[in-house]
């Protein structure tokens, strides 16, 4: 199975902030990585498909770039509704792996 | 707009079997791949299995070892997960989810909670 590696775990920042979480893919997934936000108690929502596609109704102001296996998500300012965690998944192959997760907090 | 309703989680001893429904709408359900993903409390979410629009085709999570089954009946614009042999480690939200066109999952279920517990 494909293992996602995201890092941070967890983020600390201010409305306003620049934020930027990593995933890396354990072998090539060419660009099959989603970003997920997802908040307590609710369902993941897809904001970025094919690394850097966005999906439709999310804001401008989260993009995702690749290098290699690499993977970033971008909040270009943190919005007080962008707290929340964020999952990369890979859908290059069967399994679909997520990785562990990054939870931005209120700094 | 798009709507998956899962429903038939509970409490269940170890050993039990529960089937999972999900009822969607707002879109042409037997056009669409479909996908069931779990998350236990606190962990990162995770793939179990997907079924294609017509159902001739199917992806497991190998882990499941044939204990889960993936089905759909499209007159019924439903998708179903049929669980056998529960072991307390399945505890979880399960949730259904369509694979649209981005090739991956773009619309969820609000989930249903499975505990399996003595």
């Known amino acids: 199975d494909i293992q996602m590696t995201q890092s941070p775990s967890t983020l600390s920042a201010s409305v306003g902030d620049r934020v930027t979480i990593t995933c890396r893919a354990s072998?090539?997934?060419?660009?099959?990585l989603a970003w997920y936000q997802q908040k307590p108690g609710k369902a993941p929502k897809l904001l970025v498909y094919e690394a850097s596609g966005l999906e439709s109704g999310v804001p401008s102001r989260f993009s995702g770039s690749r290098s290699g296996t690499e993977f970033t998500l971008t909040i270009s300012s943190l919005q007080p509704d962008d707290f929340a965690t964020y999952y990369c998944q890979q859908y290059n192959s069967y399994p679909w792996t997520f990785g562990q997760g990054t939870k931005v907090e209120i700094k | 707009e798009v709507q998956l309703v899962e429903s038939g989680g509970g409490l269940v001893q170890p050993g039990g079997s529960l089937r999972l429904s999900c009822a969607a709408s707002g879109f042409t359900f037997s056009s669409y791949w479909m996908i069931w993903v779990r998350q236990a409390p606190g962990k990162r979410p995770e793939w179990l299995a997907n079924i294609k629009q017509d159902g001739s085709e199917k992806n497991y999570l190998d882990s499941l070892k044939g204990r889960f089954t993936i089905s759909r009946d499209n007159a019924k614009n439903s998708l179903y997960l049929e669980m056998n042999s529960l072991r307390v480690e399945d505890t979880a939200v399960y949730y259904c989810?369509?694979?649209?066109?981005?090739?991956?999952?773009?619309?969820w279920g609000q989930g249903t909670l499975v505990i399996v517990s003595s």
């Open positions: 989810a369509r694979e649209g066109g981005r090739e991956t999952a773009d619309s």
């Open positions: 072998q090539s997934i060419s660009s099959w």
